[in-house]
């Protein structure tokens, strides 16, 4: 977590720039990023590669997730990249 928020810290007043931030992970981080200044979060309990099937990704500035570790999330991620 420690290496997280200084990646965040160091990255926060670029990202405020950019706008919206997109957080399809559950956990406490809309609360970090609030205290790092950032207002405007999606942050929803949702299947995200169901709204990408959809093509119902609210739109962001930012997609900030964890690192894909089980089954079809590493491929999806990878192609959601590429295509986005």
Do not use: Q
Not at 6 to 14: D, G, H, Q, S, V
Not at 15 to 25: A, D, Q
Not at 46 to 55: E, I, M
Request: proline share 5%; aromatic share 10%.
């Amino acid at each position: 977590m420690c290496i997280y928020i200084n990646i965040l810290t160091r990255t926060a007043k670029l990202f405020r720039m950019l706008g919206t931030v997109h957080v399809p992970i559950l956990g406490a981080v809309v609360r970090h990023l609030a205290t790092l200044g950032f207002t405007n979060v999606i942050h929803e309990n949702v299947d995200f590669w169901a709204l990408v099937k959809t093509k119902k990704v609210p739109s962001y500035d930012v997609l900030l997730t964890n690192p894909p570790f089980s089954g079809d999330h590493k491929v999806c991620s990878v192609i959601f990249l590429c295509v986005a």
